[in-house]
């Protein structure tokens, strides 16, 4: 079985701070992971994928994620907060075969506060 | 190239009375999923479908149901509304089902259940 959890339901920043996001997953085989944005009244977008090549992950606009399975965390950091992150991220975890089901986290509202 | 489609945009139905959503993947892409969004629940995974086969289901009755036409289009159908089903339904489209392929959403249907 898989679940993932986000320790955070909101977190606030400052612009130009650093941003962590935090995941944990479980699950039975060696998953595929992801991290998707949601804007407010938009549809889903992926940030970045860890799918068992390299453990730290680059995203778009500057964010990146890294794989550790010890911990089976895997957090999503930006060096510098801008404005235009403010939104809902969602980290999801998929199990290796395509029999495994999607499984959204409940999100991280991120605030950037000017 | 296009990005994931959906229609329509908004609905409003009354309890009781049926609504079908649908879905255009990018093209190329023949896997589609459907999932629910609601401030309550989150996002939950409904149902995946690959060459016009259910390859995955999620924990939802047998109101919610879905199809696959020979060109990747989709179509999810929920019989006898009722006022939980108000949510924003999202469509994702993917290269192939393996649990390495990305998703691509649509922008949502947004559903409103009176």
């Known amino acids: 079985a898989q679940s993932v959890t986000q320790l955070d339901s909101h977190v606030s920043v400052s612009e130009g701070t650093p941003v962590l996001l935090r995941c944990n997953y479980s699950?039975?085989?060696?998953?595929?992971l992801f991290w998707y944005v949601q804007h407010p009244n938009k549809g889903l977008q992926l940030l970045l994928k860890?799918?068992?090549?390299?453990?730290l992950v680059k995203g778009i606009n500057g964010f990146e994620a890294e794989f550790k399975k010890s911990e089976t965390s895997f957090h999503l950091t930006k060096p510098s907060a801008h404005m235009s992150d403010a939104a809902e991220y969602f980290c999801?975890?998929?199990?290796?075969?395509?029999?495994?089901?999607?499984?959204f986290g409940p999100g991280t509202s991120l605030s950037v506060i000017p | 190239k296009a990005g994931v489609t959906q229609t329509p945009r908004y609905l409003i139905k009354t309890r009781g009375q049926q609504v079908t959503l649908s879905c255009s993947p990018i093209?190329?892409?023949?896997?589609v999923s459907w999932y629910q969004q609601t401030p309550g629940q989150g996002l939950q995974f409904l149902f995946e479908?690959?060459?016009?086969?259910?390859?995955n289901k999620g924990n939802f009755p047998g109101r919610f149901s879905g199809r696959q036409f020979s060109n990747s289009r989709s179509e999810m159908n929920v019989s006898t509304l009722e006022l939980g089903d108000s949510a924003l339904y999202l469509c994702?489209?993917?290269?192939?089902?393996?649990?390495?392929?990305?998703?691509?959403f649509g922008p949502g249907t947004r559903l409103t259940v009176l």
């Open positions: 860890y799918t068992s090549a390299a453990t």
């Open positions: 093209s190329g892409h023949r896997s």
């Open positions: 994702a489209s993917s290269l192939g089902t393996s649990g390495r392929a990305e998703q691509y």
């Open positions: 479908y690959f060459s016009e086969t259910q390859r």
């Open positions: 699950s039975s085989y060696s998953p595929s």
């Open positions: 999801v975890v998929r199990g290796g075969t395509s029999y495994d089901k999607v499984i």
